[in-house]
């Protein structure tokens, strides 16, 4: 088997490059054997010969960046990054930059993989009713989609269950606004339709399940369109912020409340460390050619190296080529 | 002034009429000025003329009751209580039922309020930033919503904050899958179009704002179509449950922790206030001629007595005859 390789656009933190680095470190001790050619300004990473492969790109894109930047600056991290994949030096990319500049960047180098309607971001919060994992996807890639894009968006979820968390046959719900047949955006119809007519080796269909059902549903996959996974995925982040803040008010309180926290701080690490999004790693492009996988925006040194490691098994698993063959 | 009236849907709990007839009689007891028609089975409530004036209603709907259903039960309590509105009896209907029932019958039976195009479903969210509330609308009685529809749903969230909370000009925002203008749907886009392009007195509006801010954003009226509006509402409430779960389960890890939950007890009961649904009361449906509120599902008597408050609220305000004057 030849050696995985991975790209990593080092400039596409705010913060500089300085957590990437961290994170390439670590990850590069416990993965001697992954290639990894780190993409960036020679004079902001110093010299990283004992960590990989150094490739020079002298722009750097803002966060705020879209599609035309990303074609105007084809010297920037991002677009070399990107660019490795396709020439098929690498089988991954892993950027903490803006998720315009990511998406732009895989769909318009990368490509779409063979047999594939749309790509979409698949998210992976953790499932606190399973103990696991739900996928829930398309996270924004797309605006709108097709009942036939989002039954394929149930394929691609399920795939990404099985290579990253081995689970065989997951469970796929369609998010809707009622957890009766029938409801839904017409599209969420049609997609209830396909699924429920059409059962796939790679997955179980359970039929729609609702935003509150988000974190302690029975899905193992949670397929909608762009938008509505969109607001769903960022207002349970949002929330989750809120209660951390509730929560450390709270502790606050008074002497008694403020003793309280910490005698229950054990406990309390724990739950954060459940709602922590850099434990997830980041948001995955699914349906291009090649893994594509964005760390978090506020990313530290963790959430990099988990998104690392993500892209990392998932290129082991050879997703695109398992996809090519169930679409064809 | 007339007596202000409100028919009460005695039986749209799934566990029986007690819970209503609790929050009745609470309500009763601080508000003996208005007057109260409860609506229900005569064998069920029992004795309820020291309360307010019982309706027969023979028919009890299920919790998944949709339209058809509301038409061929003409004797059901929502059915009934909702005449006692439409003709001119009472100013509100409450109910505890259904979300189908509730939306299918305010529709049939109050009708539009001249001049709104839909009527829209708002809940009134926690905001820890302001410290005050959120209005989300649409949070369900559609699945989308054109870009006008959109422009009428900000002008009657900003009356709802003034007529609830007394915000005088409220900061409006739209829910968006990127705070930047030219990001949503075809719908949002033409929404900013018209909100920005028509300033009115009542309210300030500030573009977008993504799901993320739901709880801590700086607006206090949020606009969205249906479809959104409900997952993200739901995906809140889902959020803030598994948060609650989480929390115990923290506490629980050992001894120490247990102990710590003791001493930090009383902080933590604020905390649970601030999420719990039923401090909120309920959603009220907006642009029909007639106030209708739905008491939260699986809603206490303290959550169906906010949601007594509320309509009597509302319906002192006068929301109908603002809005009709308003849009005309």
Redesign the interface.
Known sequence: MEKLAIAVDMMGSDKGPGMALEAVRSFHEKNPGVLLYLVGRKEELGDVSSLGELVEAPDVLPM?AGALDVIRAKGSSIYKASSLVREGKCSAVVSAGGTGAFLSSAALILGKAEGVLRPALAASLPN?RTGGHTILLDC?AS??NSGEELMQFALMGALYQRIVYGVDKPKVAL?S?GA?EGK??PEGKEAYRLLKENPKEEYEFIGNV???????GPMEVLV?D???G??????????????G???K??????I??K??????????A??KE??DPSSIGGAMLLGVKGVAVKAHGASDPKGFLSALSLASRMAKGDMAAELARLLS
Chains 1, 2 share one sequence.
């Open positions: 705020t606190f924004g605006n709108e998010l606004n009766e839904g955006s609702e935003g509150k059902d988000v974190l302690e909608t762009g938008y509505s969109n607001v769903l995925m960022k207002g349970v982040e949002g929330a989750a912020k809120a209660m803040h509730l929560l008010k709270a502790f606050m309180t008074n008694s409340t003793l309280g926290y910490l005698l229950a701080k054990k406990g309390m724990g739950l459940s709602l």
